[in-house]
Nanobody
C-alpha cells in the first residue's frame, strides 16, 4: 500500500558527502514514521536514522553529528544528508516507512541504494 523509491547512492572518497532521497507513494496518510537503515555485506541490517511526528529524530551513535535526516512533506520525500563519510559507512541503504494499517503498524521497504566509500 506504500511504495518507496530511493536514489542518490554512489561511490565517494572518505570525507566526502552524499544525499539520499526516498520518495513515498500510495497511502501516504497512513505513515507514522520513516527512516533509513543500512546493511553491509555479511552483516545484519541496522538502523541509521528515523524521523517521526513532531519532527522527532533519532540517530545511530556511529553516524550522529555526521548524518542528518529530514523530510519535505509537500513532496512526500525523506532525505539523508551524509557528511564526513567513512569506509565503514559502505553499505546498501534502505528507506523504511512504518504505516498504520488495520490498526497495526506495517513496515515497507525501498529496493536499496548502494553507498561505497573508498579509503
Amino acid at each position: 500500500q506504500v511504495e518507496l523509491v530511493e536514489s542518490g547512492g554512489g561511490l565517494v572518497q572518505a570525507g566526502g558527502s552524499l544525499r539520499l532521497s526516498c520518495a513515498a507513494s500510495g497511502s501516504i496518510s497512513s505513515i507514522n514514521a520513516m527512516g533509513w537503515y543500512r546493511q553491509a555485506p555479511g552483516k545484519q541490517r541496522e538502523l541509521v536514522a528515523t524521523i517521526a511526528s513532531g519532527d522527532r529524530k533519532n540517530y545511530a551513535d556511529s553516524v550522529k553529528g555526521r548524518f542528518t535526516i529530514s523530510r519535505d512533506n509537500a513532496k512526500n520525500t525523506v532525505y539523508l544528508q551524509m557528511n564526513s563519510l567513512k569506509p565503514d559507512d559502505t553499505a546498501v541503504y534502505y528507506c523504511n516507512a512504518n504505516a498504520l494499517e488495520w490498526f497495526r503498524g506495517v513496515d515497507y521497504w525501498g529496493q536499496g541504494t548502494q553507498v561505497t566509500v573508498s579509503s
